[in-house]
């Protein structure tokens, strides 16, 4: 007779049992590739389980550390008490297939429909990306709508790689065609023009490069008028999504505008307008091995508590054998051109993936030698393709995340210069913090995940090379190795000591790659060795600034803008360690919360954050001008001084200088990083200098003391892409030294230049008579001086005496007067 299996006992023990380990051990159907739980899952989901009912918990694992399987299982975990209904979200598509088929494999019921019977009556898992729950049509409900659909437990899977989407759905991005762009500039124009009055006609004329912050009182006064603006057309496809999401906060928002967008986003993310995740009973967040985990409190909500005490495994050690090289650190003689042709030629035997920050990088740069330009539109499809065999050398443009290349599928994996920012707001807050820490640990965050595309398992391998001037810089100069995760940082510590062995050139550097490519025996067991004993931080860290920020954007939503202010106060305060650019950035958004209650004293305090951070929004009165005084400078003296900061180690000498001379190129939307760039390297040549319009808010972008009272005043045009210098850029210079005359006396001289690829005037231009311009010609032949100076005091850096340098600043045309006569020309003007 046939048995009736049902009635027996066990048969429902699976949509009983509490404990992930043994709802695991009851999944009968699972493939038979799921025999055990890994060790460093059994970890996890037992603390897990012992922590269950708090309601924010962090679990960190590494790459390939099989987080997608225990993130299900502590799911049905929550089913099996009643927390339902429960959903897994990922970034995007491409996860969410993965997570599909995990889900199958294990025999686990998951459905992509929020709303599915089996999802709200607790049968099925709920699996979707970020976007179908926070977007302005939200199935699971929007701000006063209420919870629509509720959610009992979640789990955040990559959930820094979330933020991204997250970040766009609670923005508004208006493309400058659009009426809402031209009636809102026309609103804040006043206010930008008494910021800076030439940035705002560079952004009228539409150039894509300046970005401009609406000042907080002006937003403030206006945000009636801007709602208005905004309302009418919140059902265009540009509004519809976002407008919902930020409508009650939109007083709280900030607002850039640039030459080709604007956008409007919040101080940090209402994710409160998503009141069924706000009132989730368990929401648990999965990441990788990053370093800092503020953003799940800034921009989650997330308890700090809950945060800092992270769920791990005992041990960090189970990741894969990545050698980490940077070969222009190893030798800062070897070109962009070298490293691309050296890598196409590895590319016929392995799979090489590319990460660039930008479109413009991937087509100016790679498109010669790359195999496949990939991008959203052919992501998934082009892993497919690497997974499958060979497709040679491949650039992923700022896909630092969200995808696995494991095994044969990239071998050799390069990061090819900084992250780029994604957002006008993130352009907005670099330019702020310049090379400040906070700045520095958001790039190495996303470094850190892009290292991470390459190895996805333990057993997995992959040359890591970490390409570009100014990325070497970041990471070899300003301590930024101190950011990685414990394991990252003992793989740069294992590269350090193999960079060590190398004399410099390509062919020891490959030589050095193919012991890791090969598995020679040896390389293997110093890649297991460097990684014993390494483990996770005991708590996670959660930056007080976050924690501060936080509070005070939930105080002020409820209108407790003394306890907004409060709580970025009592920050500054207490932490006394903050360099002087932070302390002012922090006082800046003080003064945005006091404007609220008393809009004098916000003046004030802007005032006094100005005075730390001259990159800041200028305070209504203005800032008092600063001479540069050049009467006794001693040029040789200068560069000696500059000199000494780098101690013995001329290898530091020529990193620095290569990332900043990797910024002064002729290149649309790059000029504040080649005003920074010129600024740095009048200083390593002995002069000293200034950002007046930066740091002003008038004058040239750039100011050079250079002795006995002359300077060079000089108008950055390096984003020009005409053949002829217009009226528009000549009225500027002329007027830039219009302003130096009105602020220096007359015993002060000053040589116009302009920095522009041509030096042919239009006929309606008046340039002064003794204009010089540098022309690309001309700044190739600087940028080769240069380098010839660094790499002769180089030799000699930690002995070498004024006298020396002196010759070498004259023999190689940098000292005033070679300057001008090798490196610029004179004026054309077109008949």
Not at 282 to 296: E, H, P, Q, V, Y
Not at 301 to 320: F, L, Q
């Amino acid at each position: 007779m046939a048995l009736d299996l049902s009635k027996l006992r066990g048969a429902s023990l699976l949509d009983k049992e509490p404990n992930p380990r043994e709802i695991f051990t009851l999944l009968a159907e699972k493939d038979p590739k799921y025999q055990y739980l890994r060790d460093v899952q059994a970890e996890v989901l037992e603390h897990w389980f012992e922590r269950r009912r708090e309601k924010d918990v962090v679990l960190k694992m590494n790459t390939g550390g099989g987080k997608t399987v225990v993130g299900l299982l502590l799911l049905k975990s929550c089913l099996n008490e009643g927390i339902a209904p429960a959903f897994f979200i990922v970034p995007d598509n491409y996860l969410l297939s993965q997570v599909e088929n995990e889900a199958h494999l294990l025999g686990l019921p998951v459905e992509r429909e929020p709303d599915s019977p089996a999802v709200l009556q607790g049968k099925a898992i709920g699996i979707i990306n970020i976007h179908k729950l926070i977007n302005g049509f939200s199935k699971f409900g929007v701000g006063d709508d209420g919870i629509k659909l509720p959610i009992g437990a979640v789990v955040v899977d990559d959930a820094h790689a979330c933020m991204n989407s997250m970040e766009s759905q609670f923005s508004i991005e208006v493309d400058h065609t659009h009426e809402v762009y031209a009636n809102l500039l026309g609103l804040f124009r006043d206010d930008l023009r008494g910021q800076n009055e030439s940035m705002l006609l560079e952004i009228e004329a539409r150039d894509p490069g300046p970005t401009m912050l609406v000042p907080f009182w002006a937003w403030h006064q206006k945000s009636e008028q801007a709602t208005r603006i905004l309302s009418k057309f919140r059902n265009d496809d540009a509004l519809k999504f976002n407008w919902p999401l930020i409508k009650s906060d939109l007083s709280h928002c900030r607002c850039v505008i640039g030459g080709q967008r604007l956008e409007i986003s919040p101080r940090c993310l209402p994710i409160e307008s998503i009141p069924s995740f706000d009132n989730a009973k368990r929401r648990i967040f999965m990441t990788a091995t990053l370093a800092d985990d503020s953003i799940l409190v800034s921009d989650f909500k997330a308890n700090p508590g809950g945060v800092t005490k992270h769920i791990t495994p005992r041990s960090a050690n189970d990741i894969g054998d990545r050698m980490i090289l940077a070969p222009q650190e190893i030798d800062p003689n070897i070109s962009e051109i070298e490293l691309k042709e050296y890598l196409k030629e590895k590319s016929k035997k392995y799979n090489v993936v590319i990460i660039v920050g930008s479109e413009y990088r991937a087509e100016s740069f790679w498109k010669d030698v790359a195999d496949r330009i990939c991008n959203k539109n052919n992501l998934e499809t082009t892993v497919k393709e690497l997974k499958a065999g060979h497709l040679g050398l491949v650039v992923l443009v700022n896909k630092y995340d969200g995808i696995d290349l494991p095994n044969a599928a990239c071998r050799i994996l390069v990061l090819d210069g900084l992250p780029k920012a994604r957002r006008l707001i993130e352009k907005i807050e670099n330019n702020f913090l310049g090379r400040s820490r906070h700045i520095i640990g958001r790039q190495v965050q996303r470094i850190e995940q892009g290292i991470g595309r390459g190895v996805r398992a333990n057993d997995d391998y992959c040359v890591v090379l970490l390409m570009g001037a100014e990325l070497t810089k970041v990471l070899f100069l300003l301590d930024a190795k101190d950011m990685f995760s414990p394991a990252t940082r003992a793989q740069l510590n294992l590269a350090a000591d193999v960079t060590k062995q190398l004399e410099g050139g390509m062919k020891d550097i490959d030589e050095a790659i193919d012991y890791c490519l090969n598995q020679d025996s040896a390389w293997k067991k110093l890649a297991r060795e460097c990684l014993v004993g390494v483990g996770y931080a005991e708590k996670g860290t959660v930056r007080s600034i976050a924690i501060a920020q936080r509070e005070a954007f939930d105080a002020s939503v409820v209108t407790n803008y003394g306890q907004a202010q409060k709580s970025l106060q009592k920050l500054l305060n207490s932490e006394k360690e903050f360099d002087s650019i932070t302390r002012g950035w922090l006082m800046w958004q003080l003064a945005e919360y006091t404007q609220y209650t008393n809009p004098v004293e916000a003046q004030i305090i802007l005032k006094a954050a100005v005075g730390y951070n001259r990159r800041l929004t200028k305070p209504l009165e203005g800032i008092d001008y600063e001479q540069l005084s050049a009467k006794d400078l001693e040029q040789s003296r200068n560069a000696v001084w500059k000199l000494r900061s780098y101690g013995s180690d001329s290898n530091k000498l020529l990193v620095d200088l290569n990332g900043v001379l990797e910024d002064l190129i002729f290149k649309p939307d790059t000029s504040k990083a080649f005003e920074d760039a010129m600024k740095e390297i009048a200083e390593l040549i002995g002069f000293i200098s200034q950002r007046p319009e930066l740091d002003f808010n008038s004058g040239p972008d750039v100011l050079w003391a250079v002795g006995n009272l002359r300077y060079f005043v000089i108008e950055c045009k390096n984003g020009a892409v005409t053949s002829k210098v217009s009226k528009d850029d000549c009225n500027q210079l002329t007027g830039s030294v219009n302003w130096f005359e009105q602020r220096y006396d007359h015993t002060c001289k000053t040589t116009p230049v302009l920095v522009h690829p041509a030096n042919l005037f239009e006929f309606d231009a008046s340039p002064l008579p003794e204009t010089r311009v540098i022309t690309e010609e001309g700044l190739h032949l600087f940028k080769e001086a240069l380098r010839t100076y660094a790499k002769a005091v180089g030799e000699q850096i930690g002995t070498i005496e004024y006298k020396e340098v002196l010759q070498l600043l004259d023999h190689n045309n940098l000292t005033p007067d070679k300057f001008l006569n090798r490196f610029t020309k004179q004026v054309k003007l077109k008949k």
